[in-house]
């Protein structure tokens, strides 16, 4: 079983819709918690970060944790076209690791128009 | 704003040779990662370092060794390549001084073994 596990994908939705990644782990040392977005071929490219339980938003999207159920998620609400991509959700690793993420298997978005 | 820089972006070796890949961290970031990506794997974190220090180590092999130097690249020397090493290497930094762990990635290489 990976360390991050995130919800089966490819994932479709319609555009101007709201799309829902979820992502859980297992290490409940792990103190903070990212969504990356990954085009094919190119590098990830940070959306959000989020450390403390509860929602954070930043423009379209929002993210949530709750350290409790070891759960995090990401909503991308009037989702665009252009938001068609691999989102990875990352964990830090706990214990003396600093900084060290692991990642989860991705999950593919497809936004049609 | 800058950002991280990776050299070179393309690479392609022989079984056996080796390579040797370049970080530029972003500016004042003191902290910095290795990551190998596999066609259609997540990201695996093999190396970091922190004020020229290795901070932490993971699925590296014993093949590939990494340094940071005192204006804070680093390099990733990679020996005896085989074919399994194809992948996309990235780096990231992130300033651990200010108390963030968040990390911004770097263009990657990609570098292809034949």
């Known amino acids: 079983q990976k360390e991050v596990e995130q919800n089966s994908g490819p994932l479709s939705v319609p555009e101007g819709a709201i799309a829902s990644l979820n992502c859980t782990y297992s290490d409940r040392g792990s103190q903070s918690f990212f969504w990356y977005r990954q085009y094919s071929g190119k590098s990830p490219e940070l959306i959000m970060f989020i450390y403390s339980n509860g929602d954070k938003e930043d423009g379209r999207f929002t993210a949530q944790l709750n350290k409790a159920s070891q759960y995090v998620s990401l909503l991308i609400r009037d989702s665009q076209p252009s938001d068609s991509a691999t989102y990875l959700c990352a964990a830090t690793a706990g214990g003396t690791s600093y900084g060290k993420l692991t990642f989860g298997q991705g999950t593919i978005l497809t936004v049609h128009p | 704003a800058a950002g991280v820089i990776q050299s070179p972006r393309h690479l392609i070796k022989e079984k056996r040779e080796t390579a040797t890949l370049k970080c530029y961290p972003i500016?004042?970031?003191?902290?910095v990662y290795w990551y190998q990506q596999g066609p259609g794997q997540d990201p695996q974190f093999l190396i970091s370092f922190y004020e020229k220090m290795q901070s932490d180590k993971g699925s590296i092999p014993d093949r590939f060794s990494a340094q940071q130097f005192s204006d804070y690249h680093s390099e990733l020397n990679m020996s005896s390549l085989e074919l399994g090493d194809s992948a996309l290497y990235f780096c990231?930094?992130?300033?651990?001084?200010?108390?963030?762990?968040?990390?911004?990635f770097g263009p990657g290489t990609r570098l292809t073994v034949l």
């Open positions: 500016p004042r970031h003191d902290t």
């Open positions: 990231a930094s992130s300033p651990r001084t200010s108390g963030t762990d968040t990390q911004y």
